[in-house]
């Protein structure tokens, strides 16, 4: 079955840069999705296709995928950020949809 | 905006069975494939069931397979889920999901989730 990959936690101080990381198996060639999931809540969509933005997400949030790894960016980080983040795809050879382990954004 | 809302869940023995229901409100069901995920004490996410916007088209996680049987009602908008011969794995926030349109395979709008506890 396929794999999904992801660092267990990343951190960054407030106004940087924060990159996660998705790898997979030729996962350029399917379709990522983020989520982003703060303590005592549901996940929330934040990226789809990729790279496209569900309405209200701010721009701030971008996502990229290429050869084995797709990266979700977080750009001027903020306190509000801070959250489990996962990547999400649809493995068509199992019909299965697929769960990275998720990766805890702290902002320091 | 769309409502998704899970209940049924509690504590139930090992071994026992339990009903989930998702009532879903504020968008068309039919037009919508719907998918069960589930998280575990302090884990990650676990996709647990995906089912067709007619009910045709189902698929199961191997982990639940020939345990779970997932199901709808379209005439009142409710996804349900069978769980059967449980075990303390089973153990999880059940979330009851929403399949995207336009943007394939992605969950656009979650329920607030129902736990189930296995457990003697």
């Known amino acids: 079955s396929y794999v999904l990959t992801q660092p267990p936690s990343v951190s960054v101080a407030p106004g940087k840069t924060a990159r996660m990381t998705c790898g997979g198996n030729n996962i350029g060639s399917k379709s990522v999705h983020w989520y982003q999931q703060k303590p005592g809540q549901a996940p929330v969509l934040v990226i789809y296709?990729?790279?496209d933005r569900p309405s209200g997400i701010p721009e701030r949030l971008s996502g990229s995928n290429s050869g084995n790894t797709a990266t979700l960016t977080i750009s001027r980080v903020e306190a509000g950020d801070e959250a489990d983040y996962y990547c999400?795809?649809?493995?068509?050879?199992?019909?299965?949809?697929?769960f990275g382990g998720g990766t805890k954004l702290t902002v320091l | 905006q769309v409502q998704l809302v899970e209940s049924g869940g509690g504590l139930v023995k090992p071994g026992g069975s339990l009903r989930l229901s998702c009532a879903a409100s504020?968008?068309?069901?039919?037009?919508?494939?719907m998918n069960w995920i589930r998280q575990a004490p302090g884990k990650g996410l676990e996709w647990i069931s995906q089912i067709s916007s007619s009910g045709s088209s189902i698929y199961y996680a191997d982990s639940v397979k020939g345990r779970f049987t997932v199901s709808r009602d379209n005439a009142k908008n409710t996804l349900f889920l069978q769980m059967n011969s449980l075990r303390a794995e089973d153990t999880a926030v059940y979330y009851c999901t929403r399949e995207a349109l336009t943007a394939e395979f992605s969950l656009d709008n979650w329920g607030p989730g129902s736990l189930v506890t296995v457990s003697s």
């Open positions: 504020r968008f068309i069901f039919s037009d919508y494939y």
């Open positions: 296709s990729d790279s």
């Open positions: 999400q795809v649809w493995d068509s050879s199992s019909d299965h949809v697929v």
